[in-house]
């Protein structure tokens, strides 16, 4: 590259000015100080420099730069240039214009340049120098950071939004799809694009079969279905509005698409729901009424309707619940609130302020009701009222019963007394004339006052004297009876010796036994322990028990009296025999006092039925308990059984298990 001295600046001015006519087209270098003076009036910074990138020319708009560079400094141009030598370079081997980007700082500020370089020539077209203008894009590069910025702050919107973005040409074919559609329906967007809206789904409801590239309004909230790839049919509400270019063209829509699909199930699930809430609500048996938290009815069922006739045409939601029960007071719908309204309204609005748990309510038809009414969590109040007419109508007869019953009792008590009283007052007529015959039968027999020389009144005053004591037995046992049964007996306690007891007992029955051709066998331990009990009851407990064994046992037959402790420590006396039995029907009625099996039972066997009943009760009165094991031809088994707590050593110590 050639060098020369650098020229005044008139001198390199005029070059400059020669060069830049030529490079122009001038027809004439005289025009020289006219397009000097033209180029110094741009605001445009313009240079002029040779080869080396010396500066021959810079009009006022270049110098300005330079000095704004280095503002308060009068710097030598060479050093303050803005010529790049890299502008040098591309112009000598490009031997044409190069265009540049530059960025300047002007103290903190930073402004940004394009450069258009271009080569000078002489008339020969040889090259002398480098010329060049300076235009500001600071602008356009605040507007190109500010888009990149929105486009940015888009991309970021795109992802973070729940909503999917499209965009559609004016045939509806995909020119952008935002990346959340991948979450949405598990497409990548780069599938979708090119391919057409209606083949990846289809609007329904009103007017969206109607959507075309004819239509061009906005539209929002449309629903749209899209099959997936699971083949999962999806539903988005679909918002969009028409896009026009600078001339007014149509040229496609924009919008956004919402995935409903998990709100629209859910509220299909809850209609549902609600449904079958409604549907089991109207089924029930019980009246239901709902009424929210400011005690306004909600809703209320046929059953509610039902119980509440009077009032029915006023029970819609809405009503309040003071309005519900003055007005069904109004009309008489309840029985309770007659002649008092205001006092019963009263008291069930307190209620509802105060509950005191569920409560029955009579209706003026006759009807009962049981009020429950409850506030919920949320503070609404649930009320039902169930039908309880026929459950007062038997508790109504229950009572009647029980009142019956009561009459009857007292009546039977009444009679049991006087039946007592009764028999107290025979016995005791009976007993004064028994003791004398007996008494006077036994002097008899005794000859104490000469001997009787006929033997045939020797059996007459022995018949007598036998008929007298079974008469005054018999009497004995028909008191003690009605004093159980009235619950008169009472015990005189004492350690007794039972071995002892059965011997006494077996022995008053031998001769009975002998007559009657039956072996009599007693089993006792040698270690028996003693009983604490009354031990004339006891003797009488085996004196009955011995007496019916010997009775109901035919000739050739065996009673055997069994005394000891059971496994568990309880004293137990058992007298079997080998009779004639009981059938397990008749058990029952043996047990009864007065009980006989049968009339035939009755002729052949003397006896009053009073035995077993007495003999049950004396062992209940002593805390233990009566069995009776028997079966026809084979004969029975009675046992007596004694709590453990009455059992006593032999020293007298209460024996423990």
């Known amino acids: 590259m050639p060098s020369f001295e650098r020229p005044s600046d008139e001198t390199g001015s005029g070059i400059a000015i020669r060069a830049l006519a030529r490079s122009i087209g001038a027809p004439a270098v005289n025009l020289q100080a006219e397009v000097e ?124 939004v729940s909503d999917w973005m499209w965009e559609v040409d004016k045939t509806f074919n995909f020119t952008y799809v935002s990346a959340r559609v991948l979450e949405v329906f598990g497409m990548h967007p780069r599938l979708l694009l090119g391919s057409n809206l209606f083949e990846l789904g289809n609007f329904a409801g009103p007017g969206g079969a109607s959507l075309d590239a004819s239509v061009r309004t906005p539209f929002r909230d449309q629903p749209f279905h899209v099959i997936g790839p699971d083949g999962r049919t999806r539903i988005c509400l679909m918002s969009g509005m028409p896009v026009f270019d600078a001339a007014g063209s149509f040229v496609g829509y924009r919008g956004t698409g919402t995935d409903v699909t998990a709100r629209i199930e859910a509220e299909q699930q809850a209609r549902s729901a609600q449904l079958q809430l409604a549907e089991a609500i109207e089924a029930s048996s019980e009246a239901f009424a709902l009424f929210d938290r400011a005690n306004r009815l909600v809703i209320c069922n046929g059953k509610f309707h039902e119980y509440h006739a009077p009032i029915a045409d006023i029970l819609v939601p809405g009503i309040t619940y003071e309005e519900f029960v003055s007005k069904g007071a109004e009309r008489g719908l309840f029985a309770d609130a007659a002649g008092c309204i205001d006092a019963w309204v009263a008291r069930e609005l307190d209620n509802l302020r105060n509950p005191r748990g569920p409560y029955e309510q009579r209706l003026k038809d006759g009807r009962w009701l049981k009020v429950s009414d409850r506030r919920a969590g949320d503070g609404s109040l649930v009320c039902l009222r169930t039908d309880i007419t026929d459950l007062k109508h038997r508790e109504e007869a229950l009572r009647n019963a029980e009142e019956s019953s009561r009459t009857a009792r007292e009546s039977a008590e009444l009679a049991n007394r006087a039946k007592s009283e009764f028999l107290a007052n025979v016995s005791h007529e009976l007993r004064t004339p028994l003791n004398a015959i007996i008494g006077f039968s036994e002097i008899i027999m005794a000859e104490m006052f000469g001997p009787i020389d006929s033997p045939q009144y020797k059996e007459y005053i022995k018949d007598i004297h036998d008929s007298g004591t079974h008469l005054y037995n018999l009497i004995n046992d028909i008191l003690d009876v009605s004093k159980a049964e009235a619950g008169k007996l009472e015990l005189s306690e004492a350690v007794v010796d039972v071995a002892d007891a059965v011997a006494r007992c077996v022995r008053l029955v031998k001769d009975r036994a002998a007559r009657a051709e039956v072996r009599l066998e007693v089993k006792t331990p040698d270690d028996l322990s003693r009983l604490f009990a009354d031990e004339r009851k006891i003797k009488q407990i085996l004196l009955n028990l011995l007496s019916n064994a010997v009775k109901f046992t035919p000739a050739g037959g065996t009673v055997t009296t069994t005394v000891g402790l059971t496994p568990e420590g309880d004293f137990a006396i058992t007298v079997a025999d080998s009779g004639i039995g009981i059938a397990p029907e008749d058990l029952a009625t043996v047990m009864a006092p007065f009980g006989q099996v049968d009339s035939r039972l009755a002729r052949k066997y003397e006896g009053t039925g009073l035995g077993l009943p007495l003999t049950k009760a004396l062992v209940e009165l002593h805390g233990g308990s009566l069995s009776l094991e028997s079966e026809v031809h084979k004969g029975t088994t009675v046992t007596a059984l004694f709590p453990a707590d009455r059992v006593r050593a032999v020293g007298g110590a209460v024996i423990s298990d």
């Open 37 to 160: 003076r033209q180029l110094l009036a741009l605001a445009v910074p313009l240079y002029a420099a040779d080869r080396s990138g010396m500066l021959l020319f810079a009009n006022e708009g270049y110098r300005s730069l330079l000095k704004g560079r280095k503002p308060g400094a009068e710097a030598a141009e060479d050093e303050a240039r803005l010529l790049s030598p890299e502008a040098l370079v591309l112009v000598e081997r490009e031997q044409g214009p190069v265009v540049l980007e530059h960025v300047l700082a002007f103290g903190e500020k930073v402004r940004h340049f394009r450069s258009r370089h271009f080569p000078l020539t002489e008339d020969g077209g040889r090259q002398i120098g480098v010329g060049g203008v300076y235009l500001e894009v600071s602008h356009e590069v605040r507007l190109a950071e500010r888009a990149e910025r929105a486009s940015e702050r888009f991309d970021d919107i795109a992802r973070l």
